[in-house]
T-cell receptor, first 114, second 111 residues
Framework: GAVVSQHPSWVICKSGTSVKIECRSL??????MFWYRQFPKQSLMLMAT?????????EQGVEKDKFLINHASLTLSTLTVTSAHPEDSSFYIC??????????FGEGSRLTVL | QKEVEQNSGPLSVPEGAIASLNCTYS??????FFWYRQYSGKSPELIMS????GDKEDGRFTAQLNKASQYVSLLIRDSQPSDSATYLC???????????FGGGTRVLVKP
């Protein structure tokens, strides 16, 4: 399948700092990428849809000013968690939409906020 | 009613047997369906996609779709301990659209 790379795979930060996570589609162009969050033993929760060249669409209950998404090119989307707090600690996973309609996931980024 | 429903399990299966996973969805406008496998602490991995009614086979996996009954299933033949994981069912309306995931079914294959 197609390859989606996510970086960093894990990050620990202090409360109040910001963290940026990158998501790259390595072998295909993705006009649409999605950001998910997953808490332990729970399913994937869609946070936002990232469209290249336009503003992201956020799901209900997700603060757009806290979770900044930028999709500046057809192969890169970034998620910045601003002023992170311990309750933001989670597994953040990006995915890229292939033109076949299939969704391919990055490796995930485990965020721990102290 | 959740948009995509799965039995959370665990589904315990002896090694070599067939594991049968079920998924129902509520949106009749759904056009694309996917099964993902997720190991603990890892991100989901695409196993199968299916778009039309009937069966689709890929190796030891067979996906079955019945749009009239709003039902999609996954069969894993000759189950191996390495198949022990959580299996996520997902649906979408069209290519490039967001997918809605079920809660996942945890499968345990016992040697």
């Amino acid at each position: 399948g197609a390859v989606v790379s996510q970086h960093p795979s894990w990050v620990i930060c202090k409360s109040g700092t910001s963290v940026k996570i990158e998501c790259r589609s390595l072998d295909f162009q993705a006009t649409t990428m999605f950001w998910y969050r997953q808490f332990p033993k729970q399913s994937l929760m869609l946070m936002a849809t990232s469209n290249e060249g336009s503003k992201a669409t956020y799901e209900q209950g997700v603060e757009k000013d806290k979770f900044l998404i930028n999709h500046a090119s057809l192969t890169l989307s970034t998620l910045t968690v601003t002023s992170a707090h311990p309750e933001d600690s989670s597994f953040y996973i990006c995915s890229a939409s292939h033109n076949t309609g299939e969704l391919f996931f990055g490796e995930g980024s485990r965020l721990t906020v102290l | 009613q959740k948009e995509v429903e799965q039995n959370s399990g665990p589904l315990s299966v002896p090694e070599g047997a067939i594991a049968s996973l079920n998924c129902t969805y509520s949106d009749r406008g759904s056009q694309s369906f996917f099964w993902y496998r997720q190991y603990s602490g890892k991100s989901p991995e695409l196993i199968m996609s299916i778009y039309s009614n009937g069966d689709k086979e890929d190796g030891r996996f067979t996906a079955q779709l019945n749009k009239a009954s709003q039902y999609v299933s996954l069969l894993i033949r000759d189950s191996q301990p390495s198949d022990s994981a959580t299996y996520l069912c997902a649906r979408g309306r069209a290519a490039g659209n967001k997918l809605t995931f079920g809660g996942g079914t945890r499968v345990l294959v016992k040697p």
